[in-house]
């Protein structure tokens, strides 16, 4: 058993997603060896976080104003929202420089199997949001697995309910360049049928 002080990071670290004991024990050991400095600068950057972010009034992405930088700026698209689960995929649709709208972070997904934990979820902000007569389009901008497919199966049927006038899409999926049909799922191949393009 290693010292209290040990113990305690090891058990904090494997709260992370995908970090189980041993691997927290690699990090421990690593910050020890470091020395002081790389732990000073670790515990300034975690109390940094923890003082500094917040949640956006608007969109509930992570940011450090509110409302955040996207939100507040008035050259973008606010008609248009694009629905993530969470911050991470907000960045990753700013990296493809494709989209000019704003988004709303749902802040996880529906899993079908803890229908129960639904309400943690940012819906009824999303809901509030679309009852805005100048919002014009949703896009349910989620994964294409089961528990994406379930949440935006669910978020489709509640915005249609409450605004059959307003538009709801999503992200075209298909086949990727260079693929094989051969190596494709189902879901894939029935998709790329679904959403095919004219020439």
Same mark, same amino acid.
């Given at each position: 058993?290693?010292?209290?002080?040990?113990?305690?990071?090891? $058990?904090?670290?494997? %709260?992370?997603?995908?970090?189980?004991?041993?691997?927290?024990?690699?990090? +421990?050991?690593?910050?020890?060896?470091? #020395?002081?400095?790389? =732990?000073?600068?670790?515990?300034?950057?975690?109390?940094?976080?923890?003082?500094?972010? !917040?949640?956006?009034?608007?969109? %509930?992405?992570?940011?450090? /104003?509110?409302?955040?930088? =996207?939100?507040?700026? $008035?050259?973008?698209?606010?008609? @248009?929202?694009? /629905? +993530?689960?969470?911050?991470?995929?907000?960045?990753?649709?700013?990296?493809? #420089?494709?989209?000019?709208?704003?988004?709303?972070?749902?802040?996880?997904?529906?899993?079908?199997?803890?229908?129960?934990?639904?309400?943690?979820? !940012? /819906?009824?902000?999303?809901?509030?949001?679309?009852?805005?007569?100048?919002?014009?389009?949703? *896009?349910?901008?989620?994964?294409?697995?089961?528990?994406?497919?379930?949440?935006?199966?669910?978020?489709?049927?509640?915005? !249609?309910?409450? %605004?059959?006038?307003? @538009? /709801?899409?999503?992200?075209?999926?298909?086949?990727?360049? #260079?693929?094989?049909?051969?190596?494709?799922?189902? *879901?894939?191949?029935?998709?790329?049928? $679904?959403? %095919?393009?004219?020439?």
């Amino acid at each position: 058993m290693y010292p209290k002080p040990i113990e305690n990071l090891i $058990r904090s670290l494997t %709260r992370l997603p995908s970090v189980g004991r041993r691997t927290a024990e690699r990090y +421990v050991f690593h910050l020890l060896k470091s #020395g002081k400095k790389e =732990v000073a600068e670790l515990t300034l950057a975690l109390k940094q976080l923890a003082e500094t972010m !917040k949640s956006c009034a608007v969109c %509930r992405d992570f940011s450090d /104003v509110s409302p955040c930088r =996207v939100c507040a700026d $008035r050259s973008r698209d606010h008609a @248009t929202i694009a /629905v +993530v689960a969470e911050s991470q995929d907000v960045q990753a649709l700013e990296r493809t #420089g494709a989209y000019a709208g704003v988004y709303h972070v749902l802040r996880g997904v529906i899993d079908p199997e803890e229908i129960e934990r639904l309400d943690q979820l !940012k /819906v009824a902000d999303l809901l509030d949001r679309a009852r805005d007569q100048n919002t014009r389009e949703i *896009i349910l901008a989620l994964n294409p697995d089961i528990k994406g497919e379930t949440t935006m199966m669910y978020l489709e049927a509640e915005l !249609k309910e409450l %605004r059959p006038d307003l @538009t /709801v899409t999503r992200l075209a999926r298909g086949l990727p360049m #260079g693929s094989d049909l051969e190596y494709a799922d189902e *879901i894939t191949l029935g998709s790329a049928l $679904r959403h %095919r393009l004219k020439q």
